[in-house]
Nanobody, 121 residues
Framework: QVQLVESGGGLVQPGGSLRLSCAAS????????MRWYRQAPGKQRELVAA???????NYADAVKGRFTISRDNAKNTVYLQMNSLKPEDTAVYYC???????????????WGQGTQVTVSS
């Protein structure tokens, strides 16, 4: 099995920065695309940013120019650098990865437990 563990959330003032991390562990054969989603209270979960194993990225319009997704393939870890944070960025942020566990025939989607990001003065 593959586990994803996020870290780096917290409380930050508007205009501040946070860096989220998500490490994949367990019986991993290969990790493919990795993504960050977020879900604010009363709203649907939305895609924030994604990165392929080759490093290609895409972002939601709401975060373009402010957030940067990156990954360290050797560590099976994805990062989300969040700058110029706004109150509307407040949400639980979830890590998602497509991966193949050791011995598995097919890839599966894996989710982390989520980390709270609160932007408030």
């Amino acid at each position: 099995q593959v586990q994803l563990v996020e870290s780096g959330g917290g409380l930050v003032q508007p205009g501040g920065s946070l860096r989220l991390s998500c490490a994949a562990s367990g019986s991993i054969f290969r990790i493919y695309a990795m993504r960050w989603y977020r879900q604010a209270p009363g709203k649907q979960r939305e895609l924030v940013a994604a990165i392929t194993s080759g490093g290609s990225t895409n972002y939601a319009d709401a975060v373009k120019g402010r957030f940067t997704i990156s990954r360290d393939n050797a560590k099976n870890t994805v990062y989300l650098q969040m700058n110029s944070l706004k109150p509307e960025d407040t949400a639980v942020y979830y890590c998602n990865a497509d991966g193949t566990a050791a011995g598995a025939l097919f890839a599966s989607a894996y989710w982390g437990q989520g980390t709270q990001v609160t932007v408030s003065s």
